[in-house]
């Protein structure tokens, strides 16, 4: 699919993204593994979750839709001992957080499973999960020395293990989470940075024994009971309007329900320091979660350094963040993203290769890029490379841009937020 886009005499308008993917999936998987019936609200549509409903459901879990309330659906738990061998291989698709829990998961199970996935997931480091879960006592067997998936996982009784994180990961630390729910003994991990923590707040709704210490989590056997979740709107997907909005110089947005969860607020932090109007209002709490309506206004913005332990809090963020830089003043640098390049496409090449494409000036760093702010990008021919955000990334841009923007393969978004390209048109006002 191509999309064309043309910049607008002004953004003005309300738009509700998507269900927040990371808490969809937890929602489903965790529920799936505790005991009793719960009821998801609000579940994210976008592909990725697809996905893990496609394999809980070949693992023998109930999942019901509600076909008169789009969104909501009733979640029959198993508890940890109730999954079933499944008769086919997993297959993830495009997501790595559907591969990663998944397999924390099913380390525990007494059963074989393999899970594999799309070619770009199966392109995706998964040593940094087979490794602390074959020390736990998991067999898992991957492509490129149990590196890469497929990935077959024959569960056993597991121990807990003392684990430094070799990177701030919220996949990674999820998965050891799962695993260590039903270990033997205390699990101990040591975050280098601070990650997002939705597993951690779900699952002590559900009554698991863990603990936090800084950096430090420990958790402990524990038996979890289902609970109901509402999902809030993914900030993720709430990113794309905010930098729109503060870069066009005719806009007023309100973004509505969105999950403002402060490990996932990097993108706010960083636009705040570069001088957005934003406003929040309507602040609640939802299922555990706080969540507040937005309101962006056009901004002028000035340049700032991201790197250190506000990355984690904007990994997803940053190549919409590089279009933002474009149009601000001075000269933004962003440090310590090296796990941008084993995103769904490597996120530094594809992301200054496209922006380049539009006139951008930008400097490509092993770990990240520097942008020069210009206040100008024209029209181009462009590429998603296969990668939702990128293909949203560059729908932003082209809102902004001078003359007009085509993006190749522009159905990638459905992966994340299949309404993208509805949500811009509706905000355009001609």
């Known amino acids: 699919m191509r999309a064309e886009i043309t910049p607008p005499k002004k953004l003005e308008g309300a738009v509700l993204p998507p269900p927040d993917k990371s808490i969809s999936h937890r929602a489903a998987i965790l529920n799936t593994f505790a005991s009793g019936q719960a009821t998801v609200t609000n579940f994210s549509p976008g592909a990725d979750c697809a996905s893990t409903v496609r394999c809980l459901r070949a693992l023998g879990v109930t999942i019901e839709l509600d076909a008169k309330a789009p969104g909501t659906m009733v979640v029959n738990g198993l508890g940890p001992h ?45 040593g940094r999960i087979v490794k602390p879960l074959t020390l736990m006592g998991a067999e898992i067997l991957g492509r490129q020395g149990n590196t890469m998936a497929p990935l077959a996982i024959k569960g056993n009784s597991l121990r807990g293990i003392d684990y430094s994180l070799p990177v701030s990961s919220a996949q990674l630390k999820s998965a050891l989470i799962l695993a260590g729910l039903s270990a033997q003994g ?45 999902v809030p709107g993914d900030i993720s997907a709430a990113a794309f309007w905010l930098v729109a909005a503060c870069c066009h110089p005719k806009a007023r947005v309100r ?76 000269t933004t640098v962003i440090r310590d993203a090296q796990e941008l390049r084993v995103k769904e496409s490597d996120r530094i090449k594809t992301t200054l290769q496209e922006l380049s494409k539009m006139g951008a000036k930008i400097e490509e760093l092993p770990d990240g890029m520097i942008i020069q702010g210009t206040g100008f990008l024209k029209g ?29 393969g522009a159905e990638a978004t459905s992966v994340s937020y299949p309404s993208f390209w509805q949500d811009l048109e509706n905000l355009c006002q001609r």
């Open 255 to 330: 973004i509505e329900g969105i999950g403002i969860n402060p490990y996932r607020t990097g993108i706010l932090d960083a636009l705040l320091s570069m001088g957005a109007k934003v406003a929040f209002s309507d602040r609640r709490d939802e299922g555990g979660e706080p969540v507040a309506d937005l309101t962006v206004e056009s901004s002028g913005l000035k340049a700032t350094e991201i790197c250190g332990e506000m990355i984690p809090r904007i990994i997803d963020e940053i190549p919409v963040l590089a279009v933002a830089a474009c149009f601000a003043q001075g």
């Open 186 to 230: 205390d699990t101990r991990l040591h975050q280098p940075a601070a990650s997002r923590d939705h597993t951690e707040r779900m699952i002590r709704a559900m009554g698991a024994d863990l603990k936090e210490d800084g950096l430090f989590l420990t958790i402990r056997p524990s038996a979890l009971r289902a609970v109901d979740v509402y």
């Open 82 to 126: 109730g999954l079933h061998e499944p008769t086919r291989v997993l297959d993830a698709g495009n997501s790595g957080t559907t591969m990663r829990l998944l397999t924390g998961l099913l380390a525990s199970q007494p059963f074989l499973s393999i899970l594999t996935g799309d070619r770009s997931l199966r392109s995706r480091p998964m």
């Open 380 to 408: 181009a021919s462009c590429r998603s490379h296969g990668d939702h955000r990128m293909a949203m990334t560059l729908g932003i841009a082209g809102l902004l841009a001078q003359g007009e923007t085509t993006v190749e």
